[in-house]
């Protein structure tokens, strides 16, 4: 069956290419899917185009498009099995992280559901006389490109979609070239759920053929992206053109602050999840660990005995901690970065080198590695390595810990361990990040926002603000009693 939707129907790509996609666990072929080129995109634009402009859902109810995003939210949890394997095999995530994101992805849809169920219905302003009717009223953008990453393909589809759909647009999927099975997965979902033909559609295949066109067609209204610093900045750049609304996620180099008085065997609990869940490849991974002085030799110490008990495998490896990284591309980009580390003074801790266990031969692994006594200058404290190396700095005083941890282009989190509820609102409050962590480490929820500051981006996803990014603004005056103004006369 073909794998692009378009307009209400499944259609192949035009120029025929297809996409092998193997499991980075063993390199098994998962499936090979329509590779969609700029014609494509361009197709799936104007159905978006004409669903908006034409279509029913944008002047729908808003209590009936709460309904549609809560009949979503069941038939994932109806599906839960079979995506969470389909995530798996694209991914190599561990299946039990698969069966968690499935929850919360219908969480997601579930919150959405029931704010937009709940209306909103503007605001009345007070002109300060009699004789007006004054209000704000919130409608949707219009069409929207959503660009979503490989690391959690369906839940970053679901930050996006659910609210779009909520506000009443019609868009484009763009799903990483390198997972694309669960977005095909929640499309089909969505036509069960009685969505109209036109409003979602779904492209696949690499940036520069079909997710360019999302971010520079004047027929988009607006774009949201989800993925690296880099293509970030060149989305950006496509959407200027065109003065579209924009919003980032870019990813983060987020700092964990690890104080002498925090419950010490928590902390160093929490600061291996932080960084090596998923192999690291998290845009929240608290990938820099900094630690006060007098607690860093037995702090770090620990964290790397834990570190070499962590067991690699592939997703459905009950043993296993962590799995492979996406791609050999990526894998060596990781191996690069740690060795610039070391040839910056890092001292390496643990792992460094590819496994040598056979079973693991055919995938693209990389053991967890701490990279020791790195310095604020250092290409791997400033660098997203997105892979599983932890970097570890030392501080004296609370003003150090705060410098270091702001001293990066990145904000998008960070956290802060210590048993004075003082100093850790203190510090929380100093930190410019999106999301701060008081002794805890990756936990959200839909209902409060997700997003970064500085070089991590702007807009918010997740909370009213996520619903927000996907409406305008618009105030609508009304004279109850007009008469000639005679200013003229």
Known sequence: ??????????????????????????????????????????????????AFDRGPWPRTPAAERGALLLRVAA?????????????????????????????????????????????????????????????????????????TPWNYPLLQAAWKVAPALGAGNAFVLKPSELTPHTAIGLIRLLAEAGLPDGVANLVLGAGPEAGVPLASDPRVDMVSFTGGLVT??????????????????????N????????????????????????????????????????????????????????????????????????SAAHRDRVEAYVAAGLAEGAVLRCGGTRPADPALRDGFYYPPTVLDECGPGMSVVRDESFGPVLTVERFRTEDEAVALANDTVYGLAGAVWTQDGERAHRVAARLRAGTVWINDF???????????????????????????EYQEAKHIWRNLAPRPQGWFS
């Open 1 to 50: 069956m073909p794998d692009l939707f378009i307009a209400g129907e499944w259609t192949a790509a035009l120029d025929g290419r297809l996409r092998e996609i193997r499991c980075p666990a063993d390199g098994t072929l998962v499936g090979a899917v329509d590779e969609a080129g700029p014609e494509d995109a361009s197709a799936a634009i104007a159905a978006a185009r004409d």
């Open 75 to 147: 038939l994932l949890e109806r599906d839960k099995a079979a995506l969470a394997r389909a995530e798996s095999l694209d991914t190599g995530k561990r299946l039990v992280e698969s069966e968690y994101d499935l929850d919360d992805i219908a969480a997601c849809f579930r919150y959405f559901g029931a704010l937009t169920a709940s209306g909103g219905g503007g605001r009345i302003v007070d002109t300060g006389g009699a004789g007006t009717d004054s209000r704000v009223v919130y409608e949707p953008v219009g069409v929207c490109g959503l660009i």
């Open 232 to 253: 970030g900045r060149r989305v950006m750049a496509a959407a200027a053109a065109t003065v579209k609304k924009v919003a980032l996620e870019l990813g983060g180099k």
């Open 255 to 326: 700092p964990n602050i690890v104080f002498a008085d925090a419950d010490f065997d928590t902390a160093v609990d929490y600061a291996l999840t932080a960084v090596f869940l998923h192999s690291g490849q998290v845009c929240s991974a608290g990938a820099r660990l900094l630690v006060q002085d007098e607690l860093h030799d037995r702090f770090v110490d620990a964290v790397v005995a834990g570190a070499r008990r962590i067991r690699l495998g592939g997703p459905f490896d009950p043993a296993a901690r962590t799995g492979p990284l996406i």
């Open 442 to 468: 990756h936990p959200y929820v839909p209902q409060a926002e997700w997003g970064g500051m500085k070089q991590s981006g702007f807009g918010r996803e997740l909370g009213p603000s996520g619903l927000a």
